[in-house]
């Protein structure tokens, strides 16, 4: 059973830059799409950045396009999603998941299986 464990949230201000990873463990990996996710309190857990198997085609959320890039490292395992010019509306925990039976990324919360403990990202104004 794959495991996925976050890294590289902290405290930013605003207009700063963090870049955080995901370690998966499992033969799956490099056939599944991953995405990233964030929960602010309060609000439901929403879709950030996907990307599929082989890192051709990636998705992001409106609110993040052109400030966030997600990329992934098969040969390591890893996916990072890098996030610049961060607003205090990104403060949440962000989590990386992993896309159930496919390597094309998905919006849909319901199409990922497998998560991490989550990262917590602070944005002050």
């Known amino acids: 059973q794959m495991q996925l464990v976050e890294s590289g949230g902290g405290l930013v201000q605003a207009g700063g830059s963090l870049k955080l990873s995901c370690a998966a463990s499992?033969?799956?990996?490099?056939?599944?799409?991953m995405g990233w996710f964030r929960q602010a309190p309060g609000k439901e857990r929403e879709f950030v950045a996907g990307i599929s198997w082989d890192a051709g085609t990636t998705g992001y959320t409106d609110s993040v396009k052109g400030r966030f890039t997600i990329s992934r490292d098969n040969a390591r395992n890893m996916v990072y999603l890098q996030m610049s010019s961060l607003k205090p509306e990104d403060t949440a925990v962000y989590y990386c998941?992993?896309?159930?039976?496919?390597?094309?990324?998905?919006?849909?919360?319901?199409?990922?299986?497998?998560w991490g403990q989550g990262t917590q990202v602070t944005v002050s104004s």
């Open positions: 998941a992993r896309r159930k039976l496919s390597g094309w990324h998905s919006r849909n919360r319901s199409d990922y299986d497998v």
């Open positions: 499992g033969r799956t990996f490099s056939s599944s799409a």
